[in-house]
Every structure is written in structure tokens, then in C-alpha cells.
């Protein structure tokens, strides 16, 4: 992995983005974006290649009826989704409707992920990410035991410990899929509660179960940035 330290962190991340998009505009892409503070680069991708080669989702949703609180329905109202599909890219749906449960949610996901990859053998998998202030990434929370993020599963569904979280119930691609279906990750760290995390990756001094976002090391083209 690649870690950038730059002034202008969330602009270098969204022309990164663009500029993987790009170099596989001619291939099947799917990205799937991290929500929070990882949406802030997209307004720097506008200029990358957003038509019907391109499928767009999360990486991970939080389990919520209050629109408000969940990932899909936030990056919907974002100017590079909008604009996506109005070029005609291709969306996989989380809205979480009312009859949902968490794991009709996830066995939908999971479903979507494979039909994707089945039917675009010479597809691209990229993926925004972020790091958490407890070292979580996507929504793979640290110290749950009783989950295996390293299982077979692409995508798991569970509930926080108390407290960890102020949205407990998650659904999650796994670091089986991190690290085995992803071709390129961006990810975006600021601030200074995160730089331990950064400096551990860097050192390479961690372990999954206490900061998950260490699965970093273990994908393919990974370039992070944050502050100098």
C-alpha cells in the first residue's frame, strides 16, 4: 500500500478516483463508496468516466428505517450519484424499505455482488474507504468476535457491541472480500484521532481484530491519504 500525507488530501483522493476510472472506462467497473466523511472526495471525481459500464453502490450499510442514517439512501442525494445515473450507470439498491429485515438487506447485497462479478468475468472492483476513529473500516467493527470477517462470506450482517456505534446494526462486505475481489482502494483519513491507525498501517504494527481497517495491507493497490 501507498500512504500519502498532502495538504490537500480530499482533492488528491477524488482525482485518484478518477483517474483509476478511467484507466478501465472501456471495462465493467463497480464501485462501491464508503459513506461519512469519504463521500467528501467524490465533488473531485465529477470528471471521471460515469456511464453504462459502471455500477455504483456502498460498501456498507447501517440497518435504519430513518432514511437520514443510511449510506445508500445519503449517496443518492450526492451531485456524483445523480450525475452517474443520469449518464446511465447502473445503481445495486439498498434502500432498506419498511418490510426489511437486516438480513433480507445483506442476502440482497450479497446476491448483487455475485451476479455482478458472475457476469462480468473481466469486470473491475474499486472501493472508497475510510478509516474510523476506533480503527474500523467499512462497517467491520473492532473486537466482535462472534462475526467472521474472514470467512467464506462476502457479506455479514450483525449488531455492535453496545455502545460502539451510535447505528449498532450493520451490514457489511467482509475481509474476504476486501481482499480477495477488490482491484483498487482509495482511501481518505483525517484528522488527528486517526493518525495511529495511519502509522500502524505504515509500520505495519496491528492486528484485524483490534483495527480492522489493518486489512489494508492485505489488498491490492491500496493508496491512502491524509494530512501532512
Do not use: C
Not at 482525482?15 to 463497480?30: D, F, G, S, Y
Not at 463508496?33 to 467528501?40: E, I, K, N, Q, V
Not at 445519503?74 to 439498491?93: E, H, P
Request: proline share 5%.
Amino acid at each position: 500500500m501507498e500512504i500519502i500525507r498532502t495538504n490537500t488530501p480530499t482533492q488528491d483522493a477524488g482525482k485518484r478516483l478518477t483517474e483509476v476510472l478511467r484507466a478501465h472506462q472501456k471495462n465493467p467497473i463497480l464501485l462501491l463508496l464508503s459513506g461519512g466523511s469519504a463521500f467528501s472526495i467524490l465533488p473531485y471525481a465529477m470528471s471521471a468516466p460515469l456511464d453504462e459500464l459502471l455500477t455504483i453502490s456502498v460498501l456498507d450499510e447501517r440497518f435504519t428505517h430513518d432514511p437520514a442514517g443510511q449510506n445508500f439512501t445519503q449517496l443518492q442525494t450526492t451531485t456524483f450519484g445523480n450525475d452517474a445515473l443520469q449518464k446511465g450507470a447502473r445503481m445495486i439498491d439498498l434502500t432498506i424499505k419498511q418490510e426489511d429485515s437486516r438480513e433480507s438487506v445483506a442476502e440482497r447485497f450479497a446476491q448483487a455482488l455475485r451476479d455482478w462479478s458472475a457476469a462480468h468475468p473481466d469486470g473491475v472492483i474499486v472501493a472508497t474507504m475510510g478509516i474510523g476513529t476506533d480503527g474500523h473500516t467499512a462497517g467491520i467493527m473492532p473486537h466482535v468476535e462472534e462475526v467472521d470477517f474472514d470467512g467464506a462470506e462476502w457479506v455479514v450482517d450483525y449488531t455492535t457491541p453496545l455502545g460502539a456505534n451510535p447505528f449498532p446494526e450493520r451490514i457489511t462486505v467482509t475481509h474476504t472480500f476486501l481482499s480477495t475481489m477488490v482491484n483498487h482502494a482509495i482511501v481518505y483519513a483525517i484528522g488527528d484521532e486517526k493518525q495511529p491507525y495511519v502509522s500502524a498501517l505504515e509500520d505495519g504494527d496491528g492486528d484485524r481484530q483490534e483495527m480492522p481497517a489493518y486489512i489494508l495491507r492485505s489488498m491490492r493497490d491500496v493508496v491512502l491519504y491524509t494530512t501532512t
